[in-house]
């Protein structure tokens, strides 16, 4: 596994990225308790908690062994999350978020972003295709989920069909993690080999440290985790839209970003 030797403190940060995850109030819960779990917009794994609302999402479930169930609320509920578990063991919540443009006035702000994600040159595929490098759209869509230990927390991680997707091949739970924690990065029904893994650690005191992976020629990214943190993990798709997105939209280009949370018992 190659590993880029880029760690970075929260107060040094690389070029700003905002992020979308699911937080839960408790990863772990007792067999009878509850599952919640704020939405949660920033950077840095710090950010703007959002309440439940239906217009804003594709879909909202729970997923455990081979059952699933869609997530309900009212509008407004905070946490968003707030639902019994599906069974003891590993619990699954998934997020996708409806389409959401934004503009750039320039190439420059956009070029920060795909150094940040390790996209390559971008610009000559731009260029490319006759567009012009001041004022134009992206459109982006998230792919989240979380994993909460329900009980004896046992069980494992899978693909519950989101587009673009983290899949953690260990239970954070209930595994021996001395030899670090695997996630397998897919789109679509692919493995995403070489790609850029982002990697947020909560400390139990609130500082965060971000670390860049990449994945192997099966798509797995290996890392380090301490018992008392959490983690986000984030990995990014950058392609161009279809053309009927593009002429909904007016973007020219399209993000889609997967990201996975869970924590590591202290």
């Known amino acids: 596994m190659r590993i880029l030797a880029l760690v970075f403190s929260l107060i040094a940060a690389p070029v700003a990225a905002h992020e979308f995850w699911i937080e839960p109030l408790a990863y772990q819960v007792e067999q009878d308790g509850r599952l919640e779990a704020h939405i949660v917009n920033g950077q840095e794994f710090t950010g703007a908690k959002l309440p439940y609302l239906p217009q804003r999402f594709v879909n909202f479930a729970l997923f455990s062994g081979n059952s699933s169930a869609r997530v309900t609320g009212r509008p407004g509920d905070m946490p968003a999350l707030q639902q019994d578990p599906i069974a003891e063991g590993l619990n699954i919540a998934a997020y996708q978020a409806n389409n959401a443009t934004v503009d750039y006035e320039n190439w420059e702000k956009f070029q920060n972003f795909v150094n940040h994600k390790d996209f390559g040159d971008v610009l000559s595929r731009h260029e490319a295709r006759g567009i012009s490098v001041d004022g134009f759209k992206e459109?982006?869509?998230?792919?989240?989920?979380?994993?909460?230990?329900?009980?004896?927390?046992?069980?494992?991680?899978?693909?519950?069909?989101?587009?673009?997707?983290?899949?953690?091949?260990?239970?954070?739970?209930?595994?021996?993690?001395?030899?670090?924690?695997?996630?397998?990065?897919?789109?679509?029904?692919?493995?995403?080999?070489?790609?850029?893994?982002?990697?947020?650690?909560?400390?139990?005191n609130g500082t965060v440290a971000i670390s860049l992976y990449r994945t192997n020629a099966e798509g797995i990214a290996v890392f380090p985790v301490r018992p008392g943190y959490s983690y986000m993990v984030d990995a990014v798709v950058l392609r161009e839209p279809s053309a009927?997105?593009?002429?909904?939209?007016?973007?020219?280009?399209?993000?889609?970003w997967a990201n996975l949370t869970f924590a590591v018992p202290g």
């Open 139 to 204: 459109v982006y869509s998230r792919h989240v989920k979380t994993l909460f230990g329900v009980g004896n927390s046992e069980g494992a991680d899978r693909r519950v069909g989101l587009e673009t997707e983290i899949v953690a091949l260990n239970n954070p739970y209930t595994d021996d993690l001395v030899t670090g924690f695997r996630v397998q990065v897919y789109y679509r029904n692919d493995v995403r080999p070489d790609t850029q893994v982002e990697v947020f650690e909560k400390a139990p």
């Open 244 to 256: 009927q997105l593009m002429a909904s939209t007016g973007a020219v280009w399209e993000t889609l």
